[in-house]
T-cell receptor, first 116, second 112 residues
Framework: NAGVTQTPKFRILKIGQSMTLQCTQD?????MYWYRQDPGMGLKLIYY???????DKGEVPNGYNVSRSTTEDFPLRLELAAPSQTSVYFC???????????????FGSGTRLTVV | GQQLNQSPQSMFIQEGEDVSMNCTSS?????WLWYKQDPGEGPVLLIA?????ELTSNGRLTAQFGITRKDSFLNISASIPSDVGIYFC????????????FGTGTLLAVQP
């Protein structure tokens, strides 16, 4: 199994450009998430989805958009890139919740984005 | 938003030493998870804890779910060079979104 696959691995954008970070998973997970990781700041949730056609904002959604047309794919769109969006972006997926427990996430290997 | 305080921020140790790190929160969690991130890769789940007081091992790693449900600890015994990486704790409250709150990470460096 491939797990969670993210493309591209690296990208340099100019200020104001747009791009889509791709994420696909083959584990039939309903839940998918986008995080950004800044040095020394841990992981911040950007957007998440609990199933096809359902998305919601996380902690830091400004400047980003998402869509979820299939269970497998959860692309993240940057419309007008800004230097503050320089970061490493991780996509993750998990099974749906069950009772009070939380399921661990499976992460992709990340996309390192630099905005200049 | 909720925050997890993870300490220490970094550790530089000799091969063979034992390592301890912890995570604390002002909120109660129903699940504590520990992840390791190798350089250039995404975090990988090491241990999941689901009950207050639970002690779980995975090889040389042992983690505990604090009695108050507001903290968790990770110990690594007899460290080896491949233990190098960033270790993250994460807390979960369950619920319909399965959202996790992540700590800021502990950077571990092991000198051979």
């Amino acid at each position: 199994n491939a797990g969670v696959t993210q493309t591209p691995k690296f990208r340099i954008l100019k200020i104001g450009q747009s791009m889509t970070l791709q994420c696909t998973q083959d584990m039939n997970h309903n839940y998918m998430y986008w995080y950004r990781q800044d040095p020394g700041m841990g992981l911040k949730l950007i957007y998440y989805s609990v199933g096809a056609g359902i998305t919601d904002k996380g902690e830091v959604p400004n400047g980003y958009n998402v869509s979820r047309s299939t269970t497998e794919d959860f692309p993240l769109r940057l419309e007008l890139a800004a230097p503050s969006q320089t970061s490493v972006y991780f996509c993750a997926s998990s099974y749906p919740f069950q009772g009070q427990a939380s399921y661990g996430y499976t992460f992709g290997s990340g996309t390192r984005l630099t905005v200049v | 938003g909720q925050q997890l305080n993870q300490s220490p921020q970094s550790m530089f140790i000799q091969e063979g030493e034992d390592v301890s790190m912890n995570c604390t929160s002002s909120s109660i969690f129903n699940t504590w998870l520990w992840y390791k991130q190798d350089p250039g890769e995404g975090p990988v789940l090491l241990i999941a804890l689901y009950k207050a007081g639970e002690l779980t091992s995975n090889g040389r790693l042992t983690a505990q779910f604090g009695i108050t449900r507001k903290d968790s600890f990770l110990n690594i015994s007899a460290s080896i060079p491949s233990d190098v990486g960033i270790y993250f704790c994460a807390g979960g409250v369950g619920g319909a979104t399965n959202k996790l709150i992540f700590g800021t990470g502990t950077l571990l460096a092991v000198q051979p």
